[in-house]
């Protein structure tokens, strides 16, 4: 397996910062993952399904609601019900897979979201369930991202899915029949738009998703699954971190213990400088996106500061791969619209609580990656002499990986 970065003297706020410009803009992907989530939607709806509590409450205090003519409970359909999301999912495994993958990944992941649905539904009315549940999901990237291949996207689908469908409570209303139901909309939805798009490809050449060529297969033999090293520490560390949060937001559904646990989620990658580069494309996205929704907010009416927010959602996504600071920027103007219009446009006020629950995020996730990753792999490699006692780590060749 590759061998782990350790942190080196070289890193600099403006190396993390720097855009990565070979990445595309994922636009095509946006498209295709909108269409097959709005199919979705309108199918649920027709299903007899409509928003739980949540919706509700955004319907009645977002300002569309009041204000135009047409059934804009679609329009809510499309955000909060599970078949949307699972639309969501389903479509993202397909795309970015080689194309001959693509309908096999597509089913794959269906199967997963199943699963991960009634998991959700089983878990959702307690909150020590939901935490222990996270804490197994999120354990299992670490461990399966050392090997590669399809379980390594698929645990990543699945831990992200049970965020949404468990920790926010979306799976609550539902009852068996519902979860069958819903996945099998959502499932369906992501194929059908699967085919069009390959019919459109056959007959015009134009290829709305453009999948990326195949990778050779590893002949590597990878670890055991649950043999220790750098993998199994991450494992322990995010789900004992995620879990512990996701439990106690389950259970007061205080909005800090949310935002905290999302950040330190979010900058906690494979490798300490990763780690670092995330961190800091995080904090400075956060601050971006805080200052630009309030001074909107300043001068703008209400409406057009939630309009601009889920403009801004669309933008984030296309940058996700290519500017993870741009991401996180559009992200938090989103989340900043919608929290503060749900709160009689207190938009000032959600910008300090971003800001800081990012810091504090950032600090625990900072403090126990150096505690749990880094020191072990620094005292690691002096140990089997790739650093020599009181050199910088990262200034010798990488020890060998000991996962």
Same mark, same amino acid.
């Given at each position: 397996m590759d061998s782990p970065v350790? =942190?080196?003297?070289?890193?600099? /706020?403006?190396?993390?910062?720097?855009?990565?410009?070979? #990445?595309?803009?994922?636009? &095509? =992907? @946006?498209? @295709? $993952?909108?269409? !097959?989530?709005?199919?979705?939607?309108?199918?649920?709806? /027709? @299903?007899? *399904?409509?928003?739980?509590?949540?919706? &509700?409450? $955004?319907?009645?205090?977002? %300002?569309?609601?009041?204000? /135009?003519?047409?059934? *804009?409970q679609l329009l809510v359909v499309a955000k909060v019900l599970p078949a949307v999301f699972v639309a969501w999912f389903v479509m993202m495994a397909a795309t970015f897979v080689p194309r001959k993958k693509s309908l096999p990944s597509a089913l794959m992941a269906g199967v997963a979201m199943l699963a991960t649905l009634f998991l959700a539904w089983g878990a959702v009315k307690s909150p020590w369930a939901v935490g222990a549940v996270m804490a197994v999901v999120i354990a299992m990237g670490p461990l399966t991202r050392r090997h590669g291949g399809a379980g390594a996207g698929l645990a990543m689908l699945v831990a992200?899915?049970?965020?949404?469908? !468990? +920790?926010?409570?979306?799976a609550k209303d539902l009852d068996p029949e519902g979860v069958l139901v819903q996945a099998a909309i959502g499932t369906g939805a992501a194929v059908v738009v699967l085919v069009v798009l390959w019919i459109i490809r056959r007959l015009t050449g134009f290829a709305l998703i453009q999948q990326p060529p195949a990778k050779p297969r590893s002949t590597e033999k990878p670890p055991p699954f649950f043999s220790g090293g750098l993998a199994m520490r991450q494992a322990l560390l995010l789900g004992a971190l995620l879990g512990t949060t996701a439990g106690l937001w389950a259970a007061t559904k205080n909005h800090n213990y949310f935002w905290v646990m999302v950040?330190?989620? #979010?900058?906690?990658?494979?490798?300490?400088? @990763?780690? %670092?580069d995330r961190g800091i494309k995080r904090v400075v996205g956060v601050m971006v996106g805080c200052l630009l929704i309030g001074?909107?907010? +300043?001068?703008?009416? =209400?409406? +057009? $500061? +939630?309009?601009?927010?889920?403009?801004?959602? *669309?933008v984030g996504v296309v940058f996700w791969a290519r500017n993870y600071t741009v991401y996180i920027a559009s992200i938090t103007m989103m989340t900043v619209a919608l929290h503060g219009d749900l709160e009689n446009y207190s938009f000032g006020h959600w910008v300090l609580l971003r800001l800081a629950d990012t810091a504090v995020g950032l600090v625990i996730g900072f403090t126990a *990656?150096?505690?749990v990753i880094t020191l072990p792999e620094i005292r690691r490699a002096r140990r089997e002499g790739a650093l020599a006692p009181g050199a910088t780590a990262g200034s010798g060749p990488p020890p060998p990986d000991g996962t």
């Open positions: 350790l =942190p080196s003297k070289g890193r600099t /706020l403006r190396g993390a910062l720097k855009p990565d410009t070979q #990445a595309p803009l994922l636009w &095509r =992907p @946006a498209i @295709a $993952v909108a269409l !097959a989530s709005t199919l979705a939607g309108w199918l649920t709806w /027709l @299903a007899g *399904y409509r928003p739980p509590e949540i919706a &509700r409450v $955004v319907e009645s205090n977002f %300002f569309l609601g009041a204000h /135009l003519d047409f059934e *804009y992200v899915a049970f965020f949404f469908f !468990a +920790v926010m409570g979306i950040t330190f989620w #979010a900058i906690t990658q494979a490798t300490p400088d @990763a780690t %670092f001074g909107l907010a +300043v001068v703008a009416q =209400p409406d +057009v $500061v +939630v309009t601009v927010g889920f403009v801004m959602l *669309y *990656y150096w505690l």
